[in-house]
């Protein structure tokens, strides 16, 4: 069919790449301001329980704006909103470098979350909208690009500490660049819209009921994830009695685990599906774990960890693949899912250092454990995740371009 004004659509190549890049950038503001927390705690003499305090208002703003997301992707259409939102997440992360207090750190942490947290949802509506247009999964590989991003940001942020760039600087250049980069990278998605029927979202829902079971399952990945990243230094330390040095290298060995793993995960979920891919991802994920809580060196802590990333890598991917499929407003389903594991990683910390306060890390990592096989349990909610998914509540609503041309016919 020939279309006067093509949709990106009409080349899944493009679309997808696009969307690839969106996720990138995503993680780059992410790995990029991960990198000079230092420098902010060093230059508002923050102590650790500041610092922690601070760190826990990004989580609490993405939770409070994402079920937002959904309005803005039906008011202005898919690609209008990931480009909106993507630019003030980028512009954000100069934002926690120029605060002068530690209140202004947290209301600058607070908007930093908020953009984070309605951009992750728009890009990740955009990215089952395009998956299911090429039917086949792509939504591993693009969480894959997120970590790809998220690590190839913080090896620039890295050389900026090194070289003791000042962090206010280099922050504003960094977030004005990645703005400027998203510009052409968004023209690539397709303009996808709900029918001009479709009842407009209010400006706060709570997620469907589907969503929450689902998110429940990205809640055991996300929380086995949370606490392997942020204890698997401390775990080695004090638990295996490695150095200082291997301890510090657990969590770039760890991102790089579920890097490649995401973007390996797509060949996999299509050979496999995506209840046998969560299932084995499961298993593997509880083999880790086991090994971790055995373990007395750390040749035997160090594989156990890259297991559980390996196992827990292509969960939420999945679980947005298949909140993707839920009803006439899968914006509003997704931010749902988000919520409710982004919210784990927000707890994980927390609950596994009062764990391990009252008994021990090795009992903590127990909880871990026990999460991650609910997984093999749970897999099954996951089923609107297969390509081929069909289900009476999942609303058939074939996407429109801009000028309302049915894409499903092209």
């Given at each position: ?5 093509p949709?990106?659509l009409t080349?899944?190549r493009?679309?997808?790449?696009g969307?690839?890049l969106v ?5 780059a503001?992410?790995?990029?301001f ?9 230059r508002?003499?923050?102590?650790p329980g500041q610092l ?22 039906h008011?202005y ?21 120029l ?13 930093y ?8 949802v728009a ?5 089952v909208?395009?998956e299911?247009?090429?039917g086949r ?9 997120w970590s ?6 913080s090896?620039?942020?890295i050389l ?9 600087l280099?922050?504003?250049v ?7 980069l ?20 209010p ?10 079971v689902?998110g ?8 086995a994830?949370?606490?392997s990243?942020?204890?698997s230094?401390?775990?080695l ?6 150095s200082?040095?291997?301890a ?11 890097a490649?793993?995401?973007l390996?995960?797509?060949a996999?979920?299509?050979?496999l ?12 994920a ?6 971790v809580?055995a373990?007395?060196h ?11 990333g390996v196992g827990i ?22 931010a749902g899912?988000?919520?409710?594991t ?14 391990a ?7 903590s990592?127990?909880l ?9 349990l ?11 998914a ?5 609303t058939a609503?074939p ?10 016919s092209?």
């Amino acid at each position: 069919m020939t279309v006067t004004t093509p949709d990106p659509l009409t080349d899944p190549r493009r679309s997808r790449l696009g969307v690839a890049l969106v996720f990138c950038v995503h993680g780059a503001v992410s790995g990029t301001f991960v990198t000079r927390i230092p420098w902010i705690q060093d230059r508002l003499d923050l102590s650790p329980g500041q610092l922690g305090l601070a760190l826990v208002m990004p989580a609490i703003g993405s939770s409070l704006a994402m079920p937002l997301a959904g309005r803005f992707v039906h008011r202005y259409g898919g690609r209008a909103a990931v480009r909106g939102l993507i630019s003030l997440w980028c512009l954000a992360l100069a934002l926690p470098a120029l605060a002068p207090s530690l209140p202004v750190l947290c209301a600058a942490l607070l908007v930093y979350g908020a953009t984070a947290g309605m951009a992750d949802v728009a890009m990740n509506a955009q990215g089952v909208e395009i998956e299911q247009r090429l039917g086949r999964s792509i939504m591993s590989g693009l969480h894959g690009m997120w970590s790809a991003g998220g690590l190839l940001a913080s090896g620039f942020g890295i050389l900026a500490a090194h070289l003791d760039l000042d962090a206010r600087l280099q922050l504003a250049v960094t977030a004005l660049a990645l703005s400027a980069l998203a510009q052409p990278v968004c023209r690539a998605l397709p303009d996808l819209r709900a029918p001009e029927a479709a009842e407009e979202p209010p400006r706060f829902a709570l997620p469907p009921r589907s969503s929450l079971v689902i998110g429940l399952v990205g809640f055991c990945a996300v929380f086995a994830e949370g606490a392997s990243m942020d204890w698997s230094g401390v775990y080695l330390k004090d638990i295996t009695g490695a150095s200082a040095t291997l301890a510090a290298a657990s969590y770039t060995a760890f991102s790089l685990t579920m890097a490649v793993s995401r973007l390996a995960g797509d060949a996999v979920i299509r050979r496999l599906g995506a209840v046998r891919a969560t299932r084995l991802g499961g298993a593997v994920a509880t083999l880790g774990g086991v090994l971790v809580v055995a373990a007395d060196h750390p040749a035997l802590a160090i594989p156990g960890f890259a297991l559980i990333g390996v196992g827990i890598a292509v969960i939420v991917p999945l679980a947005f693949a298949a909140a993707g499929r839920i009803g006439s407003n899968p914006s509003q389903a997704i931010a749902g899912v988000a919520t409710v594991t982004y919210t784990s990683g927000l707890i994980a910390p927390a609950v596994i250092g009062a764990l391990a306060q009252a008994t021990s890390l090795t009992v903590s990592f127990g909880l871990v454990t026990l999460l991650a096989f609910a997984l093999l349990l749970s897999a099954g909610a996951l089923r609107r995740a297969e390509s081929n998914a069909t289900d009476d509540d999942v609303t058939a609503m074939p996407p429109k371009n801009a000028s309302g041309k049915d894409l499903s016919s092209i």
